[in-house]
């Protein structure tokens, strides 16, 4: 979604680099951050999970927004609204900003700072991209773990690009319990979430980021499944937030 928006970054050139919060950029200091991007232009952008890749010829730069961090281009942004953000851009917020040869600027505004910005991600710490994958790749994956699933389709290192909404939206769309063991998520199931994946990750893209999804609105004390009308529960699994159907979802 961020690349989709980021276009307009193809072909300027870094003139200058603030990075006001040094803690945001990770696994090397800002100053050789600084140095590698220095007069280098923008070539073109990528995307492996929930990774955006900015490529120049001598150095690629990876950022990551976690749930608050926003992409802003030329002081506007490039996604209008998050879930979890206080969706004031607070200038005060911006933890990276990269100055343009043409007078423009590119900033990542984060006020929880729970994103960052990388000098040549290790890609190979990331499982395969879940726009790329499906149910044929996702039985060999669920076959080989003893974790819940939903901890397990969270994890960067196994599948590469889902989030916490989106995953309690995958699994009730499959009937599948965040709780299942994943070695012991049917094949028939294994099946199910490999074919909402791709219509799922379309409806993401579709609306610019939202990752609500039809029982969102049901995800609290009381809330009752839209399917179906059983209890939604609630526990935390993985570290997350996560609510599921207790009739349809086993």
């Not at 990774?51 to 030329?74: H, K, N, P, Q």
């Not at 879940?130 to 397990?152: N, T």
């Not at 063991?181 to 199910?192: H, K, L, R």
């Not at 799922?200 to 995800?219: A, I, N, P, V």
């Amino acid at each position: 979604m961020y690349r989709r928006g980021a276009f307009p970054l193809i072909g300027r050139t870094v003139s200058s680099i603030e990075t006001p919060d040094d803690w945001y950029i990770k696994g090397v200091d800002p100053e050789t951050l600084q140095t590698a991007l220095l007069g280098a232009t923008i070539e073109s952008l990528g995307r492996v999970g929930k990774l955006m890749l900015i490529e120049t010829v001598g150095a690629t730069v990876g950022l990551r927004f976690g749930m608050t961090g926003i992409l802003m281009i030329d002081e506007q942004p490039v996604i209008a609204e998050l879930e979890y953000s206080s969706n004031r851009l607070d200038p005060a917020w911006n933890r990276f900003v990269a100055h343009f040869a043409d007078g423009g600027q590119m900033a990542m505004n984060d006020p929880r700072r729970l994103g960052g910005v990388e000098l040549d991600p290790d890609l190979t710490k990331l499982g395969p991209d879940a726009w790329s994958i499906g149910a044929a790749e996702l039985q060999p994956i669920f076959g080989r773990y003893k974790v819940a699933a939903k901890a397990l389709l969270l994890n960067q290192k196994r599948i590469a690009g889902l989030g916490n909404l989106l995953v309690d939206e995958l699994l009730w769309r499959s009937g599948v319990s965040p709780l299942r063991p994943a070695n012991e998520v049917s094949y028939d199931a294994i099946g199910m979430l490999g074919e909402a994946l791709a219509p799922m990750l379309d409806e993401l893209y579709q609306r610019g980021g939202s990752t609500c999804g039809d029982h969102f609105e049901e995800r609290h004390v009381d809330g009752r499944c839209p399917r179906d009308g059983g209890e939604m529960v609630h526990a935390t699994v993985g570290g997350r937030s996560t609510w599921w159907c207790r009739t349809h979802q086993f």
